[in-house]
């Protein structure tokens, strides 16, 4: 077998300290704005943030967010502002009406929201911030899956990405991307205007994990969202893949969850890494990605498909901080153990309900790009840059026992959504000329060709062994 394969957070990591549930129960104070009863819901805020320095104006702050008519705004400042305006959008939309963003399906978020991507979880919020996610929550789900993605220079695999999870019956699709410079903004802002996506673009300081930020935003500051049961966070090179008795249908899978689970369902579904690898190719290679890689190993690592209504935090970007009460099941629906260093421990993983393949080494000239603008961030911790050596030690050779070949029937219905994408106004222009400038966009990064297949020679190594 071969050595286990990267972990993005691990048990010592600052981001994996606290602890996965917010201690504090929020059950009184969700009960009170329910109810409508702003002393009791003011009772509850100073209960779950006690010496809080906003408590003088905890009660004006309760009925301020009860209030179904307009009244005096509270007086707050800086990052508490910014969870006051998220509360005047949330009420709208529990009046009935739409978010008012700038914007149909096109968000725009500032390096002003970068402090969203803090890691250190729920017991670091303030009241404005708790009382954000607590009304949030009284938003009623009408719609049953959505799917929330993050792209940077990922525009040679959008259309095909977006197609997947179209094919899989997710009824909408969440794309945060920032700081692109191979015109996916272009092909992004196109798809969102043909009401294909709903976009949001982040421009970042780079001091912040973009996808830290564009995770913690969905759940605290999208109300958008907030119209979906069920979320599925997937990078731009994971693909969920339910198992056959599924039959390639999301709703399928959320049917099996209601007839199994009834009214108390989990609060996310774990499913595990089958890591794509890549024979060691140098060349990126022409077809769509799941075409082009067909050959896997295991890992344990997982990705979640949340219950919105359960989630208090996606820091953890691979499983969700839930509210208590709340339990966690692998793909199999069976009961997972709920504390970090569980979560991260290596183990078996368990395939029989599905599984989140994933595509990271790909060929050397695409973890060439992976590479490069990870090491454009700035961060304490940049696990985004990794070492050219990691290509070969967490990759593999093909043979006929790691073969994992893709569906055919639903691999024709992949490529029927990709032409139905096409064939929208000005998309098959755009990301054909996007596919054109891979060459230049490896330039941009790295001197030219020969200075990467020098790399690639001078670092080139066998798979590790464990």
């Known amino acids: 077998m071969l050595d286990p394969l990267p972990v993005f957070g691990h048990p010592n990591s600052t981001r994996n300290r606290a602890t996965m549930t917010i201690e504090r129960d929020i059950s009184a104070a969700e009960l009170a704005l329910a109810q409508g009863n702003s002393a009791a819901l003011a009772a509850a805020l100073r209960d779950l943030v006690p010496g809080e320095p906003l408590s003088p104006v905890t009660d004006q702050l309760a009925s301020y967010a009860l209030a179904k008519y307009p009244t005096m705004r509270p007086s707050l400042s800086g990052r508490d502002a910014v969870f006051l305006d998220m509360i005047d959008i949330t009420k709208r939309v529990l009046a009935g009406q739409k978010a008012d963003r700038a914007e149909q399906n096109h968000i725009h978020i500032d390096v002003d929201l970068d402090f969203i991507g803090d890691v250190r979880g729920p ?30 220079d990922d525009g040679i695999y959008a259309l095909e990405w977006i197609a997947y999870y179209r094919a899989l019956g997710f009824e909408r699709i969440f794309i945060y991307t920032n700081d692109n410079v191979d015109r996916s903004d272009e092909l992004l802002r196109l798809l969102a205007a043909h009401d294909v996506i709903t976009l949001i673009e982040s421009n970042t300081s780079r001091k912040v994990a973009p996808e830290v930020k564009a995770y913690e935003h969905s759940v605290q500051l999208l109300p958008e969202l907030r119209h979906y049961q069920w979320v599925l966070y997937a990078d731009s090179d994971e693909f969920l893949a339910p198992a056959a008795q599924y039959d390639n249908s999301i709703m399928a899978v959320l049917a099996a969850l209601d007839a199994q689970f009834g009214q108390k369902l989990p609060s996310a579904v774990c499913y595990p890494w089958l890591w794509f690898i890549s024979d060691m190719v140098y060349n990126r290679g022409d077809g769509l990605m799941i075409e082009r890689f067909q050959h896997a190993r295991p890992h344990w690592i997982t990705k979640a498909l949340v219950r919105l209504q359960d989630i208090v935090s996606m820091r953890h970007e691979h499983f969700p901080d839930v509210k208590p009460g709340g339990f966690l099941v692998n793909s199999a629906f069976d009961l997972v153990p709920y504390d970090v260093r569980t979560v991260w421990a290596e183990r078996s993983p368990n395939y ?4 989140m393949n994933h595509y990271w080494p790909k060929s050397f000239e695409e973890f060439a790009i992976k590479k490069g603008r990870g090491q454009t961030l700035d961060l304490e911790e940049n696990l985004y840059d990794r070492p050219f050596e990691l290509f070969f030690q967490w990759n593999g050779y093909k043979s006929p026992t790691n073969s994992y070949p893709i569906d055919p029937t639903f691999l024709g219905r992949i490529k029927r959504h990709v032409r139905d994408l096409r064939l929208l106004a000005g998309i098959a222009d755009l990301a054909d000329e996007i596919d054109r400038q891979f060459p230049a966009l490896l330039r941009r990064y790295y001197s030219g060709g020969p200075q990467l297949r020098s790399l690639y020679r001078q670092h080139k ?3 590790t062994e464990m």
């Open 123 to 152: 017991d670091f919020w303030s009241l404005p911030q708790i009382l954000n996610l607590l009304l949030l929550g009284q938003i009623k789900p009408t719609r049953r899956a959505a799917v929330v993605g993050t792209m940077r």
């Open 352 to 355: 029989q309900g599905g599984r």
């Open 461 to 463: 190594t066998v798979p």
